[in-house]
């Protein structure tokens, strides 16, 4: 055998030998967050003038995706978070109400009704009148607890969004941080999809708190949107804020008496 043939069967060699690593990765990280499916792409080594050839190279590891299905995968967790912070919200409001009761607002206020009702059948009835006052006094009660309970409601949505909206802002300077790696020249092999696994990772957490909407860019890199709005494009951030009104909190009462 001679020597081409001999490189020739080693570039083969090496060649699979890299498929075999590329498949191991694949199924190691099988259940990894954020990583894309690998595949060695081969080409043929062809001297001009050669009828015959030399052989085959690797030309690179490259990463398996589909942007319309990675769009809909982000677009759907987005909307599930939506849904899950909406339903905790109003369960927790819910839950202010104690609704329905045999003792809630609604029930107590039956109950007042009905005690006017019959103090106004029976004006000359002392107890109608000791009956009255009670029940009117259960229900300013009930209310105020229910505002108390609103008003803490509220605190912990103002505090859950804060903590949010800092959790984010990290999160797109991550991004932003790994747009710019990407975009050095002096990367190793390889070392480019380890970064695009780690962004992608980093945008399904976005996305599975706030919504996100990720365009893929060149060298791996990815411009990030949120509501229509560019938060990150290469290795730029616009921050979020979180939006206040005039008044910080629920508008304050002296209680029903």
């Known amino acids: 055998m001679s020597g081409g043939s001999l490189s ?25 967050p954020g990583y894309l499916k690998e595949t060695a792409s081969l080409a043929n080594q062809q001297t001009p003038g050669d009828a015959i050839g030399n052989g085959v190279t690797v030309t690179g590891v490259v990463q398996s995706s589909n942007s319309f299905n990675r769009q809909l995968e982000l677009s759907a967790n987005g ?3 939506y849904a899950n912070q909406i339903q905790s919200l109003l369960t927790s409001a819910q839950a202010s ?15 007042l009704y009905n005690n006017f009702s019959a103090l106004a059948d029976t004006p000359t009835q002392a107890s109608n009148y000791t009956q009255v006052v009670a029940s009117a006094q259960n229900v300013a009660t009930s209310i105020n607890q229910a505002a108390a309970n609103l008003s803490a409601v509220y605190g912990q949505a103002s505090s859950s969004a804060s903590t949010m909206v800092e959790t984010i802002n990290s999160q797109l300077q991550q ?18 999809n380890t970064l695009v696994d780690q962004q992608n990772q980093v945008i399904d957490k976005l996305a599975s708190e706030i919504g996100v909407t990720s365009i893929p860019g060149t060298a791996g890199q990815t411009t990030l949107l949120i509501g229509g709005v560019s938060l990150v494009q290469g290795g730029q951030v616009s921050a979020i804020k979180l939006s206040t ?10 209680g029903l008496n």
């Open 8 to 32: 020739i069967a080693l570039s083969g060699l090496n060649a699979a030998q890299t498929g075999l690593d590329t498949v191991s990765e694949n199924i190691s990280n099988a259940n990894t």
């Open 79 to 81: 909307a599930q978070s």
């Open 97 to 111: 109400f104690n609704e329905p009761s045999s003792n809630g607002i609604a029930e107590q206020m039956n109950t």
């Open 175 to 192: 991004v932003a941080s790994i747009n710019t790696q990407l975009a050095s020249t002096s990367l190793t092999p390889g070392a480019s």
């Open 245 to 254: 009104q005039s008044q910080t909190s629920p508008p304050s009462t002296s």
